[in-house]
Every structure is written in structure tokens, then in C-alpha cells.
């Protein structure tokens, strides 16, 4: 029996060897670049031998780094049976299927890495955003508060928390949670123009207009936060101002004139002799 035992010992550490050698060839062919051939090691390191975590989320990377969405979400989602926990593993996944279009899938995985581990913030605010974009904002609600609950200091989930509640039209809550939000990241543009869209649709115009002017400044080039803030400023009769603020939209690269022609709180506003000349080169 000693004698066999002595046998197999060698054996075992050629294995081990083998198996390290496999490994480094892997890691090095990845760190280079050369993610196809990496991809056939990591490959007969799994076929040869013991699965691992660490080796289906280095396929993974692999296959991502390739832009081959498909096969590395095979293996992100392998790397999760190894460990049904890890959150890297679970975020990449999402990533790659967000990336395919595969919403339903995306929403089912996150689901299930939910059962496992509860208290990961991020998962419950990516899978609230999937029900943002499915239009069910019940659920995105209620998802995005599970995930506050867990990171209460998140801005961002709070400021998306805000643009749910005004879907359903509930404005006065949509004005508590994005006054949290700004407050907690005062230099988030989505936090200042969700606030001021919640504002208009409590009939807050002056209010709205405040954060709305704050949410342009932070990003000029997006086209909304100018329309919204002219919609605010028309509301309160201040013609004049929304001239004013078109002109410096423009320029600021502003271009959406159409949409302004079609936003029916503007008509006093398009109606002004004064408006088409800003629409000139």
C-alpha cells in the first residue's frame, strides 16, 4: 500500500503541473491579446480538467474582448453555476445579453442571481431598468425601491426611481426621491431634469424651471432639457426668457426645431414673429 502510495504521488503532481502549465499558457495568450488561442487552452483546461469559476469567467472575457456576446454569456453563465454569487459574473451576463437584445433573458438571469444573493444593489437596478423599459413601472418601482433599500445612497437609482413614479403620474412622490438624488449628487443632469419634469407635472413651473436651466447647464447637448426648460418658462409667461434660452441653446449646438414646432405647450412660443429667426443658420 505505501508503495502505491509513492507511485501515485508523482502522478498527482505531474497533474498538478500539467494543469498550472495549461493555465499560464492561457493567461498569457489572453494578456497578449490573442484571444482565440487563449480561448483553446481555457477550453482544454476545462474539458481536461476540474471545472473552475475562475477558468468559464476567463472564457468569458475572452469571448467578450472578441465581441462574441453569444458565447460569452454561455460562459458568464457557467462561471455562475460555479459560484452562484458572483456579481461580476452576473453583471458581465447582463451586458452581453443587453448587447444581443435579449431583454427576457437578461431579466430571467437577474432574477435568479436574486434568489441567491439578495443584497446586491446594482442587480435589482439593472432589473428595475428592464421593467422601466417594458413599461411596467409598477414593478420597476417596487424594484428600484428593493435596491435603495440595500444601497440607500445611490443616486443614480434614485433619480431612475423618480422618472418611474412620474410614469405613473405620481409627482409629489417622483419630487421626494429626485430631491434626494440631487442632493446627494448635485452634479447628476438626469437627477436636475427628472426633478424638473416631476415639478411641471405637479404644476410647479418656477420650481421647474430652476432645476431644468440646472439640468442644461450640466449637459447642454441634450436636446429635451431645453424644450422642457422652455415649456417651464412659457408656462410662467416669460416669452421673452424661452427666446432667450433658445438662443443660447443654439449655441450650444441645439438643431431640434421640429420638435419644438410639435410640442404643444409651445405654441405661444413658435407663434412669436421672432422664433423662425432663430431657426436660421
Not at 453583471?91 to 442571481?113: G, H, M, P, S, W
Not at 449628487?185 to 418656477?206: C, K, M, Q, T, V
Amino acid at each position: 500500500m505505501k508503495a502505491l502510495i509513492l507511485l501515485l504521488i508523482p502522478i498527482f503532481l505531474i497533474g498538478c503541473l500539467t494543469a498550472s502549465l495549461y493555465q499560464n499558457r492561457a493567461d498569457n495568450l489572453y494578456s497578449e491579446k490573442k484571444y482565440s488561442e487563449a480561448i483553446t487552452w481555457y477550453k482544454k483546461i476545462d474539458k481536461e480538467e476540474q471545472k473552475s469559476y475562475r477558468n468559464s469567467f476567463r472564457l468569458g472575457l475572452a469571448y467578450e474582448e472578441m465581441r462574441d456576446w453569444e458565447n460569452a454569456c454561455i460562459w458568464y453563465k457557467d462561471a455562475r453555476t460555479q459560484d452562484p454569487k458572483s456579481r461580476e459574473a452576473i453583471v458581465r451576463e447582463y451586458n452581453c445579453l443587453i448587447k444581443q437584445k435579449k431583454d427576457d433573458e437578461a431579466i430571467t438571469a437577474l432574477q435568479v442571481f436574486l434568489e441567491n444573493d439578495g443584497d446586491f444593489a446594482k442587480a435589482y437596478t439593472l432589473l428595475a431598468g428592464l421593467y422601466f423599459d417594458k413599461k411596467d413601472y409598477n414593478k420597476a418601482v417596487e424594484t428600484y425601491r428593493k435596491g435603495i433599500l440595500k444601497e440607500p445612497s445611490d443616486a443614480m437609482a434614485r433619480a431612475s426611481l423618480g422618472a418611474a413614479l412620474i410614469a405613473q403620474r405620481k409627482y409629489s412622490d417622483a419630487v421626494l426621491e429626485l430631491r434626494k438624488a440631487v442632493s446627494m449628487d448635485s452634479h447628476n443632469p438626469l437627477g436636475h431634469y427628472n426633478l424638473g419634469i416631476a415639478f411641471l407635472g405637479a404644476g410647479r413651473a418656477e420650481e421647474a424651471a430652476a432645476e431644468l436651466s440646472i439640468a442644461t447647464e450640466l449637459d447642454p447637448k441634450y436636446p429635451q432639457g431645453w424644450i422642457d426648460l422652455c415649456v417651464a418658462l412659457v408656462k410662467l409667461g416669460h416669452i421673452d426668457q424661452a427666446l432667450e434660452t433658445l438662443k443660447t441653446a443654439k449655441q450650444k449646438g441645439f438643431t431640434a426645431w421640429e420638435e419644438i414646432r410639435r410640442e404643444t405647450d409651445l405654441k405661444a412660443l413658435v407663434a412669436d414673429p421672432r422664433f423662425e429667426g432663430l431657426t436660421g443658420p
